[in-house]
Nanobody, 125 residues
Framework: QVQLVESGGGLVQPGGSLSLSCVGSGDTFSKTNMAWFRQGPGKKREFVAALSRRDGKRYYADSVKGRFTIPRDNAENAVSLQMNSAKSEDTAVYYC??????????????????WGQGTQVTVSS
């Protein structure tokens, strides 16, 4: 059974930066996709970013491209999300997720098998 634990959420001012971390346990992660999704108030859950260990690439939603990054120094069982130039619309609960099969559909939440408990990010002055 895979368990995911997120950390790093909190309050950030517009234009500010915040870093989220997710650490997994309970299985091997060498061929997985590890991703971040978010759900804002009154909104559906949406894809944010993913690290594919199948092809070694990072994928980003258009809404965060150029502002959010997944650093290149992640441990095999972990994924971080560096959030820069934060906007009010980034306010959401952020969830870490793992797809153990490493699907090509990295932005499809139905492909993900395990989820963290979520961490709140609030962008406000």
């Amino acid at each position: 059974q895979v368990q995911l634990v997120e950390s790093g959420g909190g309050l950030v001012q517009p234009g500010g930066s915040l870093s989220l971390s997710c650490v997994g346990s309970g299985d091997t992660f060498s061929k997985t996709n590890m991703a971040w999704f978010r759900q804002g108030p009154g909104k559906k859950r949406e894809f944010v970013a993913a690290l594919s260990r199948r092809d070694g690439k990072r994928y980003y939603a258009d809404s965060v491209k150029g502002r959010f990054t997944i650093p290149r120094d992640n441990a095999e069982n972990a994924v971080s999300l560096q959030m820069n130039s934060a906007k009010s619309e980034d306010t959401a609960v952020y969830y870490c997720a793992v797809d153990v099969q490493g699907s090509v559909y990295v932005d499809d939440d139905t492909e993900y098998d395990y989820w963290g408990q979520g961490t709140q990010v609030t962008v406000s002055s």
